[in-house]
């Protein structure tokens, strides 16, 4: 572990209430198990958990001789020996102008399918079609899989009355036999079904009901067939999901409601025969975890399982804890597959995932799903046994397709070394996105929450418990020190800048010092005609902005932040004018040009998102690409973009009447548009390992990841990848993907040509600056520039003040 500074242990000393400076050496003996831990620096034995895994695609079993336009499907439920799939979804049409609309029939274009699939071979063993098996006017809705026997609920419409009514049928999976079970009863008659659970010998189905105020209703069905309709309502409350009923014993259950917010639950205790329910104390249940209870399974020990970002926990009613039984990184399957998938049997030693996947390449049409199924057998020691644990951290402990893969491939082919994701700062993230209505609103809480967590990162660095490798931190400023992180020029080294967007991790740096790589990124700043550029033909100073926005824009800004928002967004492009090595300096001209911009031309607060609702065309709502119909004659001139990939660029043209530049925000010197870093790597300056942490970071540069990154229609740091990229692109929405590009007129098609591709290549090249937003400084200008703003006070004395607390927090990192 590196010396630390003086004032770096002085922020540790201050904070001894979190722990002693005893606590500063990683613990080797914690619980491998324990998620709640750091297990970074851990030696993994023979007796860590691992999971050989056996991976089958089912094939879609339809017509053969007819092209297939797009699938669903759907787990019903296994058993054993089969897996019982729905299937649903449409051949492809033929085009309109050979359509007979009088005539047509959309069924014979449509297919409803149940498949048996049998689980030691992976095929189809029957099929059932159930536009053969059910009546006239009959639909399929859901279906579950119990007893051997498909249990269908239909929806009938009646032609006559246009009224809908419910219907359970069930089905014998060997036969395809179909019987009715119940039809027309009061507790059957809902369309609103939303989840089915087996408490012990009863039943319970859940329904929301939109009134004035949200509620549910809930149906028991007891072991004699009786049934029990329950309301759970309360006056002046709304509820929103009930995720899971929980089984406390043989004759009550608990009903956990959402009341709209993460982790904002009422409980109440229903016994199951009278339908009796009863508002329980919530203390009593603080310990149930649901963020993430999408898809409860009931496992054969009647406990309740449900996936994670990370993993599978189980509801632990006994122990009143959510334990987690299976880890993603205990197994050789990418991690983002899994975190898509359900549950479809569980047991001590063994589990089954499955669910759909689909084509990631971004520049092909493929709606075709694939039904993937996952079995996991607990092997008899750790293949990975004696390498060393590096602890990567993700946001609730998620990581996209490629950066799973990059984790894989790192785990398979490093002799030292493994890669475990943590989620154990979810904990953390408590902020609630409930009331806001406006631009203002969502950036003030999620400058509160980047805050919040890169102040507990930073601590647990400092105090040795932090993880090795960070992903996606690049807005979290206050951790770009050497306290924190390690410079990654060493493991980047020189680049070629024909063959990579050098400038790009050029802005990245602070201080000249590589904290955070870039590996997809934001284009962020004004998209529009090229001759509305100022002086330096890729932005604007605010002089030209402001005759800009009197003109062009007819006074009608495309950043619909309020004054102090608006005013820190254009801060954070130019922070390496007012931070440098530790100092800061709000006194220059750059800072009162900024402000007495805002002051002059910016409303105070940002117009609420219910008035955005019917805006002219020429107004862009936030940092939102809006997908309407939109003719190029009714476009506007120029819209606010955060441009993921060439998808969003082509798309943007249509609505700033074909502009192809995207210009940088206001500003003193009138620079180009913004980097903003999605996906990013950084490693701990206290990792266990940081050259090992370091060759996880060669390895997202690698041809490999970069052109696969592309292919997903992000922008990346090889310029290689990136042409790559736009020529499959330009092909793609010339030919096969043109639909996706039909607004309006389809007279007013844009053609786009590599020409495109290179306008675009140019303005990442434009780029010179990175959003590197430090929130606790960004935070304390929203506080304090509003007295400018609003005439309280000059802006000297604000400046002092500003700058004064700013410093402060910067001494007190070190």
């Known amino acids: 572990m590196k010396k630390l500074s003086v004032k770096a242990v002085s922020l540790i000393l201050a904070a001894s209430m979190l722990g002693s400076l005893a606590a500063c050496k990683k613990n080797k003996e914690n619980d491998i198990n324990n998620s709640d831990t750091s297990h970074s620096g851990q030696k993994i034995t023979e007796d860590?958990?691992?999971?050989?895994?056996?991976?089958?695609?089912?094939?879609?079993?339809?017509?053969?001789?007819?092209?297939?336009?797009?699938?669903?499907?759907?787990?019903?439920?296994?058993?054993?020996?089969?897996?019982?799939?729905?299937?649903?979804?449409?051949?492809?049409?033929?085009?309109?102008d050979q359509i007979n609309w009088e005539t047509f029939d959309y069924s014979e274009y449509s297919f409803n399918q149940i498949s048996i699939i049998d689980r030691a071979s992976g095929e189809s063993i029957n099929k059932i079609d159930l536009s053969k098996a059910f009546g006239e006017n009959e639909y399929y809705d859901h279906a579950v899989y119990e007893n051997g026997m498909i249990i269908a609920s239909l929806y009938v419409y009646d032609e006559n009355t246009y009224e809908s009514m419910n219907k359970t049928v069930e089905i014998d999976p060997a036969t395809g036999k179909v019987s009715d079970s119940s039809s027309g009863d009061d507790s059957d008659d809902s369309m609103n079904i939303e989840r089915t659970f087996k408490l012990g010998d009863y039943k319970v189905d859940t329904e929301m009901v939109w009134e004035e105020r949200s509620s549910y209703i809930l149906y028991i069905t007891a072991p004699d067939g009786h049934k029990t309709t329950v309301e759970v309502k309360k006056a002046g409350e709304d509820y929103y999901d009930i995720p899971v009923v929980l089984l406390k014993d043989e004759k009550t259950a608990v009903v956990p409601v959402n009341k709209g917010g993460a982790g904002d639950y009422v409980f109440f205790e229903m016994d199951l025969q009278s339908g009796n329910l009863t508002e329980a104390d919530a203390g009593a249940y603080e310990w149930l975890d649901l963020e993430f209870c999408y898809n409860p399974f009931t496992g054969s020990d009647g406990s309740v399982y449900f996936s994670t970002p990370v993993g599978i926990t189980k509801i632990n009613f006994k122990e009143k804890c959510m334990e987690a039984v299976f880890n993603y990184s205990w197994c050789g399957v990418n991690r983002n597959i899994l975190s898509n998938l359900q549950i479809a049997e569980i047991n001590d030693d063994s589990f089954v995932l499955c669910g759909d996947s689909y084509n990631s390449n971004a520049y092909a049409s493929n709606n075709i799903a694939n039904f993937t199924i996952v079995e996991f057998t607990k092997a008899a020691k750790n293949p990975n046994a004696g390498k060393y644990i590096l602890e990567l951290y993700s946001s609730y402990g998620y990581t996209s397709d490629k950066i799973s893969d990059a984790i894989l491939k790192f785990n398979e082919t490093n002799s030292e070394y493994f890669i475990e994701v943590t989620d154990r700062y979810s904990k953390f993230d408590d902020a609630d996105y409930r009331d806001i209505n406006s631009d203002d609103d969502y950036e003030q809480i999620q400058l509160g929450?980047?805050?919040?967590?890169?102040?507990?990162?930073?601590?647990?660095?400092?105090?040795?418990?932090?993880?090795?490798?960070?992903?996606?931190?690049?807005?979290?400023?206050?951790?770009?020190?050497?306290?924190?992180?390690?410079?990654?020029?060493?493991?980047?080294?020189?680049?070629?800048?024909?063959?990579?967007?050098?400038?790009?991790?050029?802005?990245?740096?602070?201080?000249?010092?590589?904290?955070?790589?870039?590996?997809?990124?934001?284009?962020?700043?004004?998209?529009?005609?090229?001759?509305?550029?100022?002086?330096?033909?890729?932005?604007?100073?605010?002089?030209?902005?402001?005759?800009?926005?009197?003109?062009?824009?007819?006074?009608?800004?495309?950043?619909?932040?309020?004054?102090?928002?608006?005013?820190?967004?254009?801060?954070?492009?130019?922070?390496?004018?007012?931070?440098?090595?530790?100092?800061?300096?709000?006194?220059?001209?750059?800072?009162?040009?900024?402000?007495?911009?805002?002051?002059?031309?910016?409303?105070?607060?940002?117009?609420?998102?219910?008035?955005?609702?019917?805006?002219?065309?020429?107004?862009?709502?936030?940092?939102?690409?809006?997908?309407?119909?939109?003719?190029?004659?009714?476009?506007?001139?120029?819209?606010?973009?955060?441009?993921?990939?060439?998808?969003?660029?082509?798309?943007?043209?249509?609505?700033?009447?074909?502009?192809?530049?995207?210009?940088?925000?206001?500003?003193?010197?009138?620079?180009?548009?913004?980097?903003?870093?999605?996906?990013?790597?950084?490693?701990?300056?206290?990792?266990?390992?940081?050259?090992?942490?370091?060759?996880?970071?060669?390895?997202?540069?690698?041809?490999?990841?970069?052109?696969?990154?592309?292919?997903?229609?992000?922008?990346?740091?090889?310029?290689?990848?990136?042409?790559?990229?736009?020529?499959?692109?330009?092909?793609?929405?010339?030919?096969?993907?043109?639909?996706?590009?039909?607004?309006?007129?389809?007279?007013?098609?844009?053609?786009?040509?590599?020409?495109?591709?290179?306008?675009?290549?140019?303005?990442?090249?434009?780029?010179?600056?990175?959003?590197?937003?430090?929130?606790?400084?960004?935070?304390?200008?929203?506080e304090e520039m509003p007295a400018y703003f609003s005439g309280q006070k000059p802006l000297s004395e604000v400046i002092a003040i500003a700058q004064d607390r700013a410093q402060k927090v910067l001494d007190e990192r070190g």
């Open 48 to 96: 860590t958990p691992w999971f050989d895994s056996k991976i089958t695609d089912v094939e879609i079993d339809v017509d053969s001789s007819r092209e297939v336009e797009s699938t669903y499907q759907q787990l019903i439920g296994a058993d054993d020996k089969n897996i019982i799939l729905f299937t649903g979804g449409q051949y492809k049409m033929p085009p309109d």
């Open 449 to 782: 929450s980047d805050a919040k967590m890169s102040n507990q990162l930073a601590m647990d660095i400092l105090n040795g418990e932090g993880p090795d490798i960070l992903m996606n931190v690049c807005t979290y400023g206050q951790l770009n020190n050497d306290n924190y992180l390690a410079d990654l020029t060493p493991y980047v080294g020189s680049l070629d800048p024909e063959k990579y967007f050098t400038n790009v991790i050029d802005s990245s740096k602070v201080n000249g010092k590589l904290y955070n790589l870039p590996i997809c990124f934001v284009v962020e700043g004004i998209q529009t005609d090229a001759r509305n550029a100022g002086a330096s033909g890729i932005g604007f100073t605010t002089d030209e902005y402001e005759k800009f926005l009197k003109s062009q824009l007819n006074g009608k800004d495309v950043i619909t932040s309020g004054q102090a928002f608006y005013f820190v967004k254009l801060y954070t492009a130019m922070s390496d004018k007012f931070v440098k090595d530790g100092k800061i300096d709000f006194s220059g001209p750059e800072f009162e040009q900024l402000a007495e911009y805002v002051k002059n031309n910016v409303p105070e607060k940002a117009r609420s998102w219910d008035e955005g609702n019917d805006m002219d065309p020429s107004f862009a709502v936030g940092a939102t690409i809006m997908k309407g119909d939109m003719p190029l004659d009714q476009a506007g001139p120029a819209i606010y973009t955060r441009c993921y990939g060439l998808s969003t660029y082509f798309y943007s043209m249509y609505e700033c009447q074909g502009g192809t530049a995207i210009l940088g925000l206001p500003s003193s010197d009138g620079r180009g548009p913004v980097v903003s870093p999605y996906i990013s790597v950084a490693i701990s300056a206290q990792a266990y390992n940081v050259d090992a942490c370091g060759e996880f970071v060669k390895m997202l540069l690698s041809d490999e990841v970069q052109t696969d990154f592309a292919m997903m229609d992000n922008f990346v740091i090889s310029r290689e990848a990136f042409r790559e990229a736009g020529k499959k692109a330009v092909e793609y929405y010339g030919g096969e993907g043109s639909d996706r590009m039909a607004y309006g007129n389809p007279d007013d098609h844009i053609k786009f040509t590599e020409k495109n591709v290179e306008d675009m290549e140019n303005i990442v090249l434009s780029c010179s600056s990175c959003n590197v937003a430090d929130a606790a400084i960004n935070l304390i200008l929203i």
